[in-house]
């Protein structure tokens, strides 16, 4: 069964590719963290190059690439990086419905709060509630409005609000903790800046990310991820959000996969039979986005990059 399936999977990839006039086209929503552009253009070098395809990246945040998978009219077909449980509250509407599937390949990621190693030693900061220790605090501010500064995430990503919850509930916001909401790359600039200056910062992080490699950064403790004590209420599900969300325990590790909108399978069938078999590991995506964010690369560069490294993999996934 494996040999004709792999067969007949293969054959449908080499039909593809050779009768351009049939559905080889997908357009691949990137919602912007590194390792999401990362993946995007490695689903698309893959496409491209590989299958004879057409496959087009489309910047959006979340709302936007699940509300245009949900329309189901080609605007965005794939999301490249759901994170669950943080979008379930997306995939929880879209998947019942019918409109998206998710891969069955996840990869695994990690998320917590930062400090760089720097300013952990200087500040004996080594759990999440040192952080509202009036001089950590004052560490942090770099504005002089008296607030320390914390990155929780870019604007549509769901763990921001998450994380904009859990810092209240942790007792931070009382203790003179602001939140901030800024691009990724603003994140990033700001952390090494911080390091050469000296400074206290704090931000929202994960693995597998890029900041790994690019600084001496410390993931801080929190206690123990508690069901009872993580009750997370998304915008999209109550726009009394905020109030009715009480989150004070550490986050569930993630379980990270693409998804695809269930129109794409009767449009691109050959492309939908690489989405099931396509996975990555967390150093996989590691890897990319630090060459990304540090080595300063073109993201289809090091998409084609990395299908050359692993190309017994990529065969693997086309069924060759």
């Not at 929780?152 to 990503?157: F, L, P, V």
């Not at 509930?169 to 203790?175: F, K, M, N, T, V």
Request: proline share 4%; hydrophobic share 40%.
């Amino acid at each position: 069964m494996k040999i004709i399936k792999t067969t007949f999977v293969a054959g449908l990839i080499s039909l593809f590719a050779t009768f351009s006039t049939f559905a080889e086209k997908v357009k691949i929503g990137d919602p912007g963290w590194t390792g999401a552009t990362a993946i995007a253009n490695l689903l698309a070098a893959v496409v491209n190059d590989k299958m004879g395809g057409e496959a087009e990246l489309v910047p959006g945040n979340n709302t936007a690439i699940y509300g245009a998978i949900d329309r189901s009219k080609g605007e965005i077909e794939v999301h490249p990086d759901i994170w669950l449980p943080n979008q379930q509250a997306y995939t929880n509407d879209l998947v019942p419905k019918g409109t998206l599937k998710l891969s069955s390949k996840p990869y695994e990621g990690n998320q917590g709060y930062c400090v760089s190693q720097q300013f952990a030693k200087k500040m004996n900061i080594t759990a999440i509630e040192d952080l509202a220790r009036p001089e950590v605090v004052k560490a942090m501010d770099s504005d002089g409005n008296g607030k320390g500064e914390f990155w929780i995430g870019a604007d549509g990503w769901a763990s921001a609000n998450v994380n904009q919850v859990k810092l209240r509930d942790y007792g931070l916001y009382d203790a003179g903790i602001e939140p901030i909401r800024a691009a990724e790359a603003v994140k990033n600039a700001r952390v090494l800046d911080s390091i050469k200056k000296g400074e206290g910062y704090a931000f929202y992080c994960y693995k597998p990310h890029a900041i790994w490699g690019m600084a001496d950064v410390v993931m801080l403790t929190e206690p123990k991820h508690d069901p009872a004590k993580y009750k997370m209420v998304q915008p999209k599900e109550d726009a009394d959000w905020y109030k009715k969300s009480y989150v004070a325990s550490k986050d569930a590790l993630k379980k990270i996969q693409i998804g695809w909108g269930t129109s794409l399978e009767s449009k691109s069938p050959a492309i939908v039979e690489f989405f099931k078999n396509f996975q990555l590991t967390g150093d996989d995506v590691s890897a990319m986005a630090y060459a990304i964010s540090v080595e300063k690369k073109q993201p289809a560069d090091v998409a084609r990059t990395w299908m050359k490294n692993n190309k017994s993999k990529v065969d693997g996934w086309l069924g060759l």
